[in-house]
Structure formats: structure tokens, C-alpha cells
């Protein structure tokens, strides 16, 4: 299996961004503005939903990302020790990226699973770009409100 292996790295599983005071300032001064909302408008649910999304975002970036090997085969994609055949994709993208890693986004057969992303240097990226248009579609990367929204707040 080793020897099937044609392109291989090493990345952070995401970006890890040090937030400064006024960042936490702020975006507990949204998460106090939406509660209150939640509150006139009289729906618990909403309030319960911003408290969760609160807890989770802040649990989430105090966790440093871990280093994980990527590896392009001829047949299948590691991510450690998880394997993906390429049936398991129908098409793929790169997300370019200025100051930062890209990715290369690999979209799921079934609609239900979010894409794989994989964090790439440039340079790299474009020798994987060729190995993968041998096996699946290439499409231009849609860039979502989700994505901006991440780059936007460094999330």
C-alpha cells in the first residue's frame, strides 16, 4: 500500500487563528445582542440555540489543530489512517487562497455528507490538482456565505 502512494503532506487539519482581546469583546457583545433578541421575541429555542453555538465555538478554538498526513494514491486518499476510494467522490475543486493554505475540496457521492477538505500549499497543490483530473471532474470552487463568513470572523 506504501508503494501506491504518489503524492504525499503534511498539514494542520485547519487554520488555527490567536484571537485578541477585542475579537472575544465582540463576539460576546453579538452573542449578548442575539440572546436579547431571543428574549423580546419570546423564543427560548433561539436562545438556547445561541447559548450552545456560543459554547461550541469557544470549546472549539481552544483546541490547537493537529498535524495530519495527507496522501494521494493511484486508487485511494489517506487522511491518517482513514481511507476514501475516489468512487467515493464525484468531482472535485481548489479553493485558492491568498496568505494562506488552499484547498482542494472533494465533493461527496452522497448529498448529504459536507465536502472533504484538504489544506494544501500552492505549489503542491497544483502537482494534486493533475493526479486528480485523472480520476474525477474538476469545477470551479463556488465560494459559500459560510466561507466567507469564516474568513471574515477568523473562525
Known amino acids: 500500500m506504501e508503494n501506491e502512494k504518489k503524492i504525499v503532506w503534511r498539514a494542520a ?20 445582542v442575539l440572546l436579547v433578541v431571543s428574549i423580546f421575541q419570546k423564543n427560548f429555542f433561539f436562545g438556547v440555540f445561541v447559548v450552545i453555538g456560543v459554547f461550541t465555538l469557544l470549546m472549539f478554538h481552544k483546541e490547537i ?10 486508487e485511494i486518499i489517506t487522511i491518517d ?4 476510494h475516489y468512487e467515493d467522490f464525484t468531482r472535485f475543486a481548489v479553493r485558492e487562497r ?15 455528507n459536507p465536502p472533504l477538505r484538504l489544506p494544501i ?16 471532474e474538476e469545477i470551479e470552487y ?9 474568513d471574515i470572523f477568523k473562525l
Open 13 to 32: 487539519e485547519r487554520e488555527h487563528h490567536d484571537h485578541t482581546r477585542e475579537w472575544y469583546l465582540i463576539f460576546g457583545g453579538i452573542a449578548v
Open 65 to 74: 489543530p493537529h498535524i495530519r498526513e495527507y496522501a494521494l494514491g493511484k
Open 81 to 84: 489512517a482513514i481511507t476514501y
Open 98 to 112: 491568498k496568505d494562506t493554505l488552499d484547498e482542494i475540496v472533494l465533493y461527496h457521492v452522497s448529498k448529504i
Open 121 to 136: 500549499d500552492h505549489v503542491l497543490a497544483e502537482k494534486v490538482r493533475a493526479a486528480l483530473k485523472e480520476k474525477l
Open 142 to 150: 463556488d465560494e459559500s456565505l459560510t466561507d466567507v463568513m469564516k
